[in-house]
Structure formats: C-alpha cells, structure tokens
C-alpha cells in the first residue's frame, strides 16, 4: 500500500486537496482586520479576484507576501481584486500586514477555518484565481514562480493594462517553495 492510500486509510477516505479548476467557488464574507465585512460576491461584481490564503507563521508565506502586494500594486482596483485571507487573529494580521508592506484587503478566518477547509486547504499558501462567473479558474499551492507570473499576466488582462514582470531583473527568486 502506498504512503498516499495509507494516509486516505488513516483519515477514513479520501484526503482532502485544493479546489480545482472549474470548480465554483464557496462564498467568503469575512471581517478584515478593521471589523469591515466583505464578501467575494461583492468583489467578483467588478472584476476576476484571487484569494491568497496565508498564515502569518508561515515561512513560505512571509516570503510570497511581497510578490503579491507587487500584483495587487500593479493591477489592483476596479477591474481585479486581490483578498488576503489570514487563518490567524485581527491583530497579529494586522502586524503581519504592517511589517511585509501588505495593502490589499487581509480577510480573517473564523475559528475552526470554517472557509479554508470550505477550499480544501492542506498547505498554506494557497492561492485561487476566482473568475467573475465564481469559477475556479487556477490554483496555487505554495509559491510558484511560474504560476504567480502567470496570475500577474491574468491580471493585467483583466484589467486592460500590459503585462509587466512580478519578478525583477537581478532578484534571485526560487522557482518553488512549499508551503
């Protein structure tokens, strides 16, 4: 028996894994960290959103912040929506933000974290690409290279601006880190 099938015995089935393409997404409301409620329908109603679930003790996590508040910075605002979702408290959200230069709204998740396992969440980070349709159009689990250029140019897609690098010359970027 495999590690994987010995691991789906253990849990009593199947193990669970990050939403997949197609999917339609599960709502979110949640309380940022100032109390306000938003929603992903609300957000959906202006453009594409991604939902980067994060955990301000993650290592990965810490390292992938700066990179998204780079798309969020480029293409952020009418036509496209970044949202944070934190699996930790208002407050150490609230430093966590402050201290990696976060500016997209950062959404907390209830005890229990009731939405990341509504997404099937193993890994932190993880990250969905949310169309306006509630579809499911990617997913990350970690950091991705790759997959977050790639999110950069859907972006700015969406949003009717050129693609530029998330990446710049001379940075010295792995091309994975799991979360």
């Given at each position: 028996?495999?590690?994987?099938?010995?691991i789906?015995?253990?849990?009593?089935?199947?193990?669970?894994?990050?939403?997949p393409r197609?999917k339609?997404?599960?709502?979110i409301?949640?309380?940022?960290?100032?109390g306000?409620?938003?929603?992903?329908?609300?957000?959906?109603?202006?453009?594409?959103?991604?939902?980067?679930?994060?955990?301000?003790?993650c290592?990965?996590?810490?390292?992938?912040?700066?990179?998204?508040?780079r798309?969020?910075?480029?293409?952020?605002?009418?036509?496209?929506?970044?949202?944070?979702?934190?699996?930790?408290?208002?407050?150490?959200?609230?430093?966590?933000c402050?201290?990696?230069?976060?500016?997209?709204?950062?959404?907390?998740?209830?005890?229990?974290y009731?939405?990341?396992?509504?997404?099937?969440?193993?890994?932190?980070?993880?990250?969905?690409?949310?169309?306006?349709?509630?579809?499911?159009?990617?997913s990350?689990?970690g950091?991705?290279k790759?997959?977050?250029?790639?999110?950069a140019?859907q972006?700015?897609?969406?949003?009717?601006?050129?693609?530029?690098?998330?990446?710049?010359?001379?940075?010295?970027?792995?091309?994975t880190?799991?979360?």
């Amino acid at each position: 028996m495999s590690i994987k099938n010995s691991i789906r015995k253990f849990l009593g089935g199947n193990t669970m894994s990050a939403l997949p393409r197609g999917k339609t997404a599960p709502p979110i409301s949640l309380a940022d960290t100032t109390g306000e409620i938003l929603s992903l329908a609300q957000a959906l109603k202006n453009g594409p959103v991604l939902a980067a679930f994060f955990k301000v003790s993650c290592p990965t996590c810490q390292f992938t912040m700066p990179f998204l508040e780079r798309l969020h910075q480029s293409y952020g605002g009418d036509k496209f929506t970044l949202l944070g979702i934190s699996q930790d408290d208002a407050r150490d959200t609230r430093k966590f933000c402050e201290e990696y230069g976060v500016q997209f709204p950062a959404l907390i998740d209830q005890r229990g974290y009731p939405v990341s396992n509504e997404y099937g969440l193993t890994n932190v980070p993880t990250m969905f690409w949310i169309n306006t349709d509630g579809q499911i159009q990617s997913s990350s689990v970690g950091f991705s290279k790759t997959d977050l250029q790639q999110m950069a140019v859907q972006a700015a897609h969406s949003t009717g601006k050129p693609a530029t690098p998330l990446f710049k010359p001379g940075e010295v970027i792995p091309e994975t880190k799991h979360g």
